[in-house]
């Protein structure tokens, strides 16, 4: 039987959590959620989410729904943030006890971050935090970098694709579940540029209009691309969204 994970974009609507320079909290964890649900989902998990609108919900909503939902797993996405800005870096995984499969999957998911570059603070025993107390199944809390630190935003921007992609592999292996090493993700790209500005463009427009949209750099050029799918149907079906919304696509493996 499937797994059943319910995954949780921290904060929401009137509350965007952790602010920077314009920056949100919530539409950050939003993000990140959308992503690493979209690979899980095409590994076989059955994902559901407490949010994928900027809807607001208090903790113990989002732990009741994840409650009603039977899920196997519940796991949070936040972004930290210092009292002052580029005070500190890096990413943590908060628990309620560090026992069980949770803290194998913390130290998974760490690892994987750890391994794009972020400083890997730790896993933390967080026993009040509402999310993690209330909920019935194992469940996580991972700060994905500091909000108010340029280099964990950097990282976060730059290396957005890879980060989910690593931490839906790392909730993969923690279950054993075979994510193949090196699968093959088919991706929509929707333009290829020599000009670093041209292709963020295009990546704004996209994201505003909600795609999952990253920027590969690979020798001299910027691609813009959309999903990471593992069954090439779903790419296909993104691709008509994306040609119905007036974009020039190309379905590449890389
Ligand atoms: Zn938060």
Do not use: C, W
Request: zero cysteines.
């Amino acid at each position: 039987m499937a797994y059943k994970i319910m995954l949780d974009a921290g904060h929401g609507g009137s509350d965007p959590g952790a602010v920077y320079q314009g920056r949100q909290e919530k539409d950050d964890t939003l993000r990140l959620t959308l992503a690493v649900g979209r690979i899980l989902e095409d590994n076989g998990i059955d994902v559901v989410y407490t949010r994928t609108t900027d809807i607001y919900q208090t903790p113990f909503e989002k732990a009741k729904i994840a409650n009603e939902s039977g899920a196997d797993f519940f796991i949070s996405f936040h972004r930290n943030s210092s009292p002052q800005a580029n005070q500190y870096n890096g990413v943590e995984v908060l628990l309620y006890d560090k026992s069980g499969i949770k803290l194998e999957m913390a130290e998974n998911i760490l690892g994987a971050m750890g391994e794009l570059g972020f400083r890997e603070i730790g896993v933390k025993e967080r026993p009040g935090l509402v999310v993690l107390r209330r909920t019935r199944m194992p469940a996580l809390l991972v700060e994905a970098g500091f909000i108010n630190s340029d280099v964990d935003n950097q990282l976060f921007d730059e290396k957005f694709d890879e980060m989910a992609t690593g931490i839906a592999e790392a909730i993969l292996g923690t279950l054993n579940l075979d994510t193949v090493e090196g699968p093959v993700y088919y991706r929509v790209q929707t333009g290829a540029f020599r000009n670093r500005e041209y292709a963020d463009r295009m990546l704004y427009e996209l994201l505003d209009k909600g795609y999952p949209a990253f920027i590969l750099q690979e020798n001299d050029l910027y691609k813009v691309q959309v999903g990471a799918f593992l069954q090439i149907g779903n790419a296909i079906n993104m691709e008509q969204r994306l040609r119905d919304d007036g974009y020039t696509t190309l379905i590449v493996t890389k």
